[in-house]
């Protein structure tokens, strides 16, 4: 496999644009986690899914982030609009269901500077 | 989750060992102790999971005290690729709790 696939790996945009990060989890793998680092905050977790469905956003900064998983094989998280204190590394990550299996892979990140 | 405790840094020379320790000394009774790392621009990596018993990979060996409120991972044998921030996090081990990660413990290596 792989591994967790993030697009793009940089990005760099103007305050106010649409952001759209895209995220493909391993094959098999029922949980995606979104996390956001930046050096001030270290690494956050911003939502996460279980098959598919939402379970916990409480880490989405604010209304202008948003995310989707249609289906297990793709995720989103769109930013709108972006302003340039969310310029962070988003990172991506998949784990599978097994009940010890907790341990979760990353994608590279997708950097995102806002100008 | 239990909080973690963790030196901010530490420096190891290549070829020995380096001992990472994590204090987590409100761990529950059905908490797990993980390690994740993240090399520099990369996402982070896991490493090792433990709830009681030592336990040993490929990648690294991590000791659980008796009373578990304290850990240390250990890489037998650093290299300067070993360079980088080491988490340790105490949750459960389902999916649906959430892994939190603290400030960590910047390993250098150093030749």
């Known amino acids: 496999d792989a591994g967790v696939i993030q697009s793009p790996r940089h990005e760099v945009t103007e305050m106010g644009q649409e952001v759209t990060l895209r995220c493909k989890p391993i094959?098999?793998?029922?949980?995606l986690f979104w996390y956001r680092q930046t050096m001030m905050r270290g690494l956050e977790l911003l939502i996460y899914?279980?098959?598919?469905?939402?379970?916990?956003d409480s880490g989405m900064p604010e209304d202008r982030f948003s995310a989707k998983m249609p289906n297990a094989s793709f995720s989103t998280l769109k930013i709108q609009p972006s302003e340039p204190r969310d310029s962070a590394v988003y990172f991506c990550?998949?784990?599978?269901?097994?009940?010890?299996?907790?341990?979760?892979?990353f994608g590279q990140g997708t950097r995102l500077t806002v100008v | 989750d239990a909080k973690t405790t963790q030196p901010p840094s530490m420096d190891c020379a290549e070829g020995r060992a380096a001992n990472l320790p994590c204090n987590h000394s409100t761990i529950s009774g059905n908490e797990y102790v993980y390690w994740y790392r993240q090399i520099h621009s990369q996402g982070p990596q896991y490493i090792i999971h433990?709830?009681?018993n030592n336990e040993t990979n490929e990648m690294a060996s991590l000791i659980i005290t008796e009373d578990r409120k304290s850990s240390t991972l250990i890489l037998p044998h650093a290299t300067l690729r070993d360079t980088a921030v080491y988490y340790c996090i105490v949750r459960l081990p389902y999916n649906t709790d959430k892994l939190i990660f603290g400030t960590g413990t910047r390993l250098q290596v150093f030749p």
């Open positions: 433990g709830l009681k």
């Open positions: 094959s098999g793998h029922d949980y």
């Open positions: 899914f279980n098959n598919n469905v939402p379970i916990d």
């Open positions: 990550a998949s784990s599978p269901r097994e009940y010890l299996g907790a341990e979760a892979f």
